[in-house]
């Protein structure tokens, strides 16, 4: 049998840890101070501007998925009425609250998985380093997609990850401790309930390991859940009485093919392969193993939900992609410290490790030069040349006809206009097309285009805007064909401008509502 010969992880001296300390914690100042720069020149992610929008409506007596039509759960929702709340309290506009209070909710868990971390010793002693390079990775690879559910998600995992790699290993935390991270697991989780399927992986792996299923943080994960369920079956019905349904019935029509989501996910795919191959090469004689375990667990299931969900918008990835960074850097360090003292047979992996990580920070980098540039220049995007439309025209109405959510929100939120919809864009007409094509019926179960004439005509807008770029489609002649009434309507507006592959028009002065009009739209209403 041959003896593992491990190197001896040697503290370091006072000094060099309180250099490595500053530095880090310089390294993620500048990393946050950059982020926040471009969160806050930039307009606001569209998103979180419509939840922001829902949020407010709510708190102001608006049903929750009866006046305003949403998909997702209503805990988002919940939570985004939180800087709403700040907002009032401070005298403070809440887009500007919104995104330092995600900023502080993700740094907030990272801080909580690198004092739980600490417990193992070794590269995990300093809780500074650990908290800046776990923080940066939360900041830096979202890039636009700062504050998504997905974001908040992962960072909330992050504790629950760090103590189950410890049960793993045969350490038993305190009840307090499990039961805090266990409940802010199942929060984060709620936010998008499929990933209770990533909670049964990881404590399926568990249980293979002999641990106890029935250990205090993964019952009190599934405790929060289900009280969280059941929350919403009495507090918000219509979550699953209409927006259930709904997205069941439409939601498939922003599906892309499973080769497209491959292609998309070819970086992601691949960087959880060197990561697992990693693993195995060294999961004999590496002290993280059982961490490197846990968060590749975490990062595959998480890939799944993404491929389940069908969807190609990248904060879909974010938690897989996230973990899977995290553990290579992970990999990295532990085997810089602890592996063999004959460094001969570490080369390859090595450099495996880095071309990997280095190839997903490149990409996150790239996602976020984008976002800096823009901060630089906010006058150039598209949503503040609208707004400046709004501002001109003097509107107090407004809608846009595009699946691009933005052209709605933040706009709506930046100038006060009213918005004439339901819905924040149109990809739930969209949905309603695609379903036709090969269930004509379901129109009638949820005719979409109906209810978006009903807003329009009901509404009033004093601006509309048609997205005419490539590939979307004839929004004016669908809706017109489902309601004539919107075509008489539509008569009344008069093209003022074209920017960026978009339309605007203007609403005469003779109004757009008379008598036969809106007794004929009053019937294609859905109470």
Known sequence: MNQVNVRVFEPASPARRMTVAVASTLFLSV??????????????????????????????????????????????VWLSAIPIQLGAWSGVDPQKIAMPFFVASVLGCGWWAAVLLRSRGGMFADRLPVFAAIGSMLLIVPGGDLGQREHLLVAAMLPYLALYAGSLDGRHAKWPTSLGVGFVAGVGCALKPQYAGVIAALEGVAL?????PWRVMPIMTATTMAAYGLAVALICPAYLGRAVPLALAIYGGTDVSFVRLLQESAVLIGGEAVAILLWRHARRDLPERNLLLAIMVFAVASTVVCFVDGKDWFYHRLPATIATILALLCWAMSSWLHRRSETRGLGFPMALAGIAATVFCVTAFQRLEPEVALAVQPEITTVQKLEQIVRREHARTYIAFSQWIALGFPVVNNTGVAWASRFDSMWALQGELWRARFDPAATKEFPVARWVAHDFIAGCPDLAVVDTRPGAPDYIGVIGKADPAFGRVWTRYTKIAVLDGLTIYHRGRAGCIDPWVAAEARSTTIR
């Open 31 to 76: 990393v946050m101070s950059v982020v926040l720069f471009a969160a806050m020149r930039t307009p606001l992610k569209d998103d979180i501007a419509w939840l922001l929008y829902v949020a407010r409506r709510w708190m102001a007596g608006r049903e929750l998925y009866v006046d305003l039509v949403e998909v997702n759960p209503p805990l988002i």
């Open 208 to 212: 293979l390991r002999g641990l106890r």
